[in-house]
């Protein structure tokens, strides 16, 4: 158990449909993380907050939505996604100061099938 | 921008010692990382090393770090059947988005009896 807890562990859905992942961490920390996993491809950083403001997009199409509405919960939101978006999510957190040291945890991903 | 290099496979015997190695492009680097994923899980963090640091020992864990070479490597020890998984070297730097971490594409070690 990292303290990291992302819903639901699996997920099916369709090209038409909308779905949201939540991932919610009880470390006390103030920066939190959507990372992309896919089969064959190195760790692809989606999103960072910190703070709850959004300090990091790398290029994500706008398919993919996220919300931080505190500093323990962020979400994913899901709209019109393409089979190229099966793959592991994963949500991480830290607590991050002026050292530059930034120990992430990960909770456990949502496995994503795009059908 | 920053890059993070690894082998992708490494197979051992059970007892042996496992030598993961990783190569990284950021002179600027900070913090170092190794992370372990075992199927179906997220990454765990097993050690991290400061930069002016060389090495570092955590039970049958050994970092070296060659900042010159810009190298970082992780020995375990008594490698056991346990230790099968992805490992995954990282780096952040102070200078400019120090929240990233940028990550190595991973190594899976695989453990034979």
């Known amino acids: 158990e990292t303290g990291v807890t992302q819903t639901p562990r699996h997920l099916v859905m369709g090209m038409t449909n909308k779905k949201s992942l939540k991932c919610e961490q009880h470390?006390?920390?103030?920066?939190m993380y959507w990372y992309k996993q896919s089969a064959k491809k190195p760790l692809e950083l989606m999103f960072v907050y910190n703070f709850k403001e959004q300090t990091e997009n790398n290029s994500v199409p706008s398919r993919f939505s996220p919300e931080c509405p505190n500093s323990s919960h962020l979400f994913l939101h899901l709209h019109t996604l393409q089979p190229e978006d099966s793959a592991l999510y994963l949500c991480?957190?830290?607590?991050?100061?002026?050292?530059?040291?930034?120990?992430?945890?990960f909770g456990a991903g949502t496995r994503l099938s795009v059908l | 921008g920053e890059d993070v290099e690894q082998s992708l496979f490494l197979s051992v015997r059970e007892g042996d010692s496992s030598v993961i190695n990783c190569t990284y492009t950021d002179s600027s680097s900070t913090y170092l990382y190794w992370y372990k994923q075992e199927p179906g899980a997220g990454l765990q963090l097993l050690t991290y090393?400061?930069?002016?640091?060389d090495m570092k020992q955590d039970q049958r864990l050994t970092v070296l770090l060659n900042k010159k070479d810009k190298h970082l490597s992780l020995r375990i020890a008594d490698t056991q059947t346990g230790d099968s998984a992805i490992y995954f070297c990282?780096?952040?730097?102070?200078?400019?988005?120090?929240?990233?971490?940028?990550f190595g594409t991973g190594t899976q070690l695989k453990v034979e009896l």
């Open positions: 991480a957190s830290s607590l991050f100061g002026t050292s530059g040291k930034n120990i992430q945890y």
């Open positions: 090393i400061f930069s002016n640091m």
């Open positions: 470390l006390g920390h103030n920066a």
């Open positions: 990282a780096e952040t730097n102070f200078t400019g988005g120090g929240n990233k971490l940028t």
